[in-house]
């Protein structure tokens, strides 16, 4: 099993851009979800997916969109990206439960808006 | 709005002392509380849980002691080791539910 596959491992965007950040997992989870993290400020959840057709957001969801066709894919959608955005991504699976599933997370991904 | 709070932000700490990192919530409707384990360049990893019906969990060399009328919990690495130096993360998630809310991390240096 692969896991957890986040491409690209690192990208530079000017301001303004758009971009899609890929995530795949071969585990057949249901759960996954794309965090940000920032220096002192941990990580932050930005959107998740329940299931293939069901999403929602996070706590920081503005300027980012998802969707989840497939149970294996839930890429994470910068529509025009801004400098605040600069940060390190990663995506996460799980099992479907009540809480308490472990989580597995991706390498990550290194953006940078210029 | 920090719901999990994580100190300290940096611990550097000799090879076989005891490092340990605390965190403190308010929102009593947490019950499950993981710590997570990340080296430079990588995702984090689950490294050891806890649900509040427990005073204390050990796996290895990492235990959490959990203090529910305190709302705190705190990670104990014994025996530190070089290969300990990471960045460590708390969290913690709703009953019933799977989005984790995390702490603001710390990085532990051990020294050889």
């Known amino acids: 099993n692969a896991g957890v596959t986040q491409t690209p491992k690192f990208q530079v965007l000017k301001t303004g851009q758009s971009m899609t950040l890929q995530c795949a997992q071969d585990?057949?989870?249901?759960?996954m979800s794309w965090y940000r993290q920032d220096p002192g400020m941990g990580l932050r959840l930005i959107h998740y997916s329940v299931g293939a057709g069901i999403t929602d957001q996070g706590e920081v969801p503005n300027g980012y969109n998802v969707s989840r066709s497939t149970t294996e894919d839930f890429p994470l959608r910068l529509l025009s990206a801004a400098p605040s955005q600069t940060s390190v991504y990663f995506c996460?699976?799980?099992?479907?439960?009540?809480?308490?599933?472990?989580?597995?997370f991706g390498p990550g991904t290194r953006l940078l808006v210029l | 709005q920090q719901q999990v709070k994580q100190s300290p932000q940096s611990l550097i700490v000799q090879k076989g002392g005891i490092p340990i990192i605390n965190c403190a919530y308010e929102?009593?409707?947490?019950?499950?509380f993981p710590w997570y384990q990340q080296f430079p360049g990588k995702g984090p990893a689950l490294l050891i849980a806890?649900?509040?019906?427990?005073s204390e969990k050990k796996e290895g060399r990492f235990t959490i002691s959990f203090n529910k009328s305190a709302k705190q919990f705190s990670l104990h690495i014994m025996d530190s080791q070089p290969g300990d130096s990471a960045t460590y993360f708390c969290?913690?998630?709703?009953?019933?539910?799977?989005?984790?809310?995390f702490g603001q991390g710390t990085r532990l240096t051990i020294n050889p």
């Open positions: 585990m057949n989870h249901e759960y």
């Open positions: 929102n009593t409707a947490f019950d499950y």
């Open positions: 969290a913690a998630s709703y009953q019933g539910a799977q989005k984790l809310v």
């Open positions: 806890i649900r509040p019906d427990v």
């Open positions: 996460a699976s799980s099992r479907k439960g009540l809480g308490g599933e472990t989580q597995y």
